[in-house]
């Protein structure tokens, strides 16, 4: 887990290998009913010589084969830093998208080194995963894959209907985005998403652009209204 800690960037395409990984392993645990609501990297172990990440801790694992939801009303679970909107608000109907989101917060950190999101104590934390939009990463690191930009970003969507809509999906993005000649199926899987943020960031599908200072996106749109 050290190299999965606050402050230190991983190499991309370590970081790809191990978001796909365990990306894999969610969507084992998905299919058989089970969320884990505790991504964050004390519960990753990257095993000796493969280097292979190993999801741990399923100590507040949700079943939702079992699990008698309504008894769990109100209460949250999980890690401030690393819950989704939905668990910070309290949901505990929280499915597999939930950790998906997780994933995103892992993928942001291990990328540029930095949480999305921080605060003085759990309520701020929680409050920002709800209400506040995260620096993008663009923003805080111009060298980046669009590929991998477009997969984390999507993951870090407040609508759990915006994100990924499985593990499986995410982890075949990941893995398609090292292998060129799957590049076709790549944009035709990102879909409607990919060109929304790529308008946004200022990416086009190949290596990501420097982030773009205000001035020069509207010097790319002079024909929008000023308001």
Not at 54 to 76: K, N, Q, W, Y
Not at 82 to 98: I, L, W
């Amino acid at each position: 887990a050290e190299r999965l800690k606050q402050g230190t960037r991983l190499p991309l395409d370590d970081v790809r290998d191990i978001l796909a990984s365990l990306a894999r392993t969610l969507d084992h645990a998905h299919t058989r009913g089970v969320v884990h609501r505790d991504l964050k990297p004390e519960n990753v172990i990257l095993e000796n010589g493969s280097g292979r990440p190993l999801l741990t801790d399923f100590g507040v694992a949700l079943s939702r084969t079992s699990d008698p939801i309504p008894a769990e009303s109100g209460a949250a679970f999980g890690t401030p830093h690393f819950m989704s909107p939905e668990q910070a608000a309290g949901e505990t109907n929280v499915d597999g998208r939930s950790d998906i989101y997780s994933l995103g917060v892992l993928g942001y950190l291990l990328i540029t080194g930095e949480l999305p999101f921080d605060g003085d104590n759990y309520a701020a934390i929680a409050a920002k995963h709800v209400a506040e939009p995260h620096v993008p990463l663009l923003s805080r690191r111009s060298d980046l894959p669009a590929t991998l930009v477009l997969a984390v970003e999507k993951c870090l969507q407040k609508e759990p209907n915006n994100r990924w809509k499985s593990a499986r999906d995410l982890g075949e993005i990941l893995e398609m985005s090292s292998n060129r000649s799957s590049m076709a199926s790549l944009v035709s899987k990102l879909g409607r998403f990919a060109a929304l943020i790529a308008v946004a960031i200022g990416l086009s599908y190949g290596p990501a652009r420097s982030a773009m200072e205000p001035q020069n996106a509207q010097r790319e749109h002079p024909g929008e209204s000023r308001g």
